[in-house]
């Protein structure tokens, strides 16, 4: 079982900065791939950026160059650190972990961290 802690959510003018952090509450942090996710009111849940246990990363094209996922094996923790934030990008953030060969529904979440973008 891994269980997931996101923080660094909050209330940021648009053009602001936030740094979200996942802790994992497991060792075995180093053989999944990591990934934040996204739901706004009324949206469906959209994967936002990935990590993968090497060190690849892929974005939404929505965040492409503002947004930037990184990992610390030593601490269990993903990043995501959100620059130019706009609010379009105000959503409830969520960590989640998953084997390789998993989808991510199929893997460990977190319960959530606001983000809220005024303009």
């Known amino acids: 079982q891994v269980q997931l802690v996101e923080t660094g959510g909050g209330s940021v003018q648009a053009g602001g900065s936030l740094r979200l952090s996942c802790a994992a509450s497991?060792?075995?942090?180093?053989?999944?791939?990591m990934g934040w996710h996204r739901q706004a009111p009324g949206q469906e849940r959209e994967l936002v950026a990935a990590i993968t246990t090497g060190g690849s990363s892929n974005y939404a094209d929505s965040v492409k160059g503002r947004f930037t996922i990184s990992r610390d094996n030593a601490k269990n923790t993903v990043y995501l650190q959100m620059n130019s934030l706009k609010p379009e990008d105000t959503a409830l953030y969520y960590c989640a972990a998953r084997r390789r060969w998993q989808v991510w529904a199929t893997g460990y979440w977190g319960q959530g961290t606001q983000v809220t973008v005024s303009s």
């Open positions: 497991r060792n075995l942090f180093s053989t999944y791939d």
